[in-house]
């Protein structure tokens, strides 16, 4: 088509068509580096985070808006291999209307997910608008002899590991929206405050790399593939899979889900796809997947990469997987 819109194009195919506008590489990842990914390169990243699409005032406190909005950030610092963060900066865009009360809610939540993980406030801009939304720039730096965790460097044979449970940001959300079909005096309590943690005050997984960093085997060289799961394990496995050239496979006995959840119909979906769960997702040599998994409570091996191009996702037994996952501009809000 001659001029297709943003959501005939879909997010995989704007990014890749703005990736022609910077460097070669830079977009091909959760964030960028600079030089190009050796010890020291600064990490940057920039998310926005839309009243409508990303919250709302049924599902967020201002204080849990701004500490979504820091962690989201953090989270991809934490996927592209760094320890912690440097700071960031914030764009706050809000109609004339909006109440002081709910700027300081939200930088409150800012500076307390600084507080509990590393960084500062280093400065942002401010403009009227038709809605609320922070537009977050991240920024961290390559430490120690480490590089950088790279979607694409990832090999046939390697074992997929994640960092822990996928599905309970979403539930928590279906929670939170009170979604029909979902009695929360029916779950277990514990689930239910597991859930709406997960989806109102994720963690970025800068201990995950930290313990990636330290159980890396003697004489192995440094070849990690990984991008966190914001948009969902799915989504996140088939872009490994892709980047690398490779095609995925995932063992159904393996998937990462909260045992207290599995009775529920949706379990499966939301562990797949229902995103936001900002856990990290890497493709290793199985002798440091094995290494990590021990070291890191929570994580677990879920697969491994294949020879086959095009990143296509399958079952151990060979039945495809849609990747499915959260996109933007063809999706309803949170």
């Not at 953090?74 to 440097?86: I, K, P, T």
């Not at 909260?258 to 002798?287: I, K, R, S, T, Y």
């Amino acid at each position: 088509m001659a001029d297709p819109s943003l959501a005939e194009l879909g997010e995989w195919e704007l990014i890749r068509r703005l990736g022609r506008f910077a460097a070669p590489g830079q977009f091909d990842d959760d964030a960028a580096l600079l030089p190009a990914g050796g010890p020291g390169a600064l990490v940057l990243n920039t998310d926005v985070l839309v009243e409508g699409i990303h919250f709302s005032e049924a599902t967020t406190t201002p204080f849990d808006v701004g500490w979504r909005a820091a962690a989201a950030n953090l989270s991809d610092l934490a996927a592209m291999g760094c320890r912690s963060a440097l700071g960031l900066t914030v764009g706050l865009v809000a109609p004339a209307a909006t109440p002081w009360s709910w700027v300081e809610g939200a930088y409150e939540g800012l500076s307390a997910a600084l507080q509990a993980y590393g960084g500062q406030l280093l400065g942002g801009d401010c403009s009227g608008g038709a809605q609320r939304l922070l537009a977050i720039t991240a920024i961290g730096r390559l430490e120690g002899e480490a590089g950088a965790i790279r979607r694409g460097d990832g090999l046939p044979g390697d074992r997929l590991v994640c960092t822990g449970a996928h599905g309970l940001s979403r539930l928590g959300l279906a929670l939170l929206r009170h979604e029909a079909g979902l009695d929360p005096n029916a779950l277990d309590a514990d689930l239910v405050r597991q859930a709406i943690q997960a989806h109102q005050r994720p963690r970025p997984r800068f201990d995950a790399v930290r313990a990636l960093q330290a159980c890396r085997p003697a004489g192995l060289p440094w070849r990690v593939a990984g991008c966190d799961s914001s948009d969902g394990l799915a989504a996140a496995v088939a872009a490994i899979a892709a980047a690398s050239g490779c095609s995925a496979r995932l063992d159904p006995a393996a998937l990462p889900l909260e045992p207290a959840m599995a009775p529920l119909p949706a379990a499966q979906a939301w562990c797949l796809g229902g995103g936001e769960d900002f856990e990290l997702v890497l493709a290793l040599a199985p002798a440091w997947a094995d290494a990590l998994v021990a070291a890191l409570p929570g994580s677990r091996a879920i697969g491994g990469l294949v020879n086959g191009g095009g990143g296509s996702l399958c079952w151990s037994g060979g039945e495809a997987i849609a990747s499915g996952g959260y996109s933007h501009f063809g999706t309803s809000g949170r």
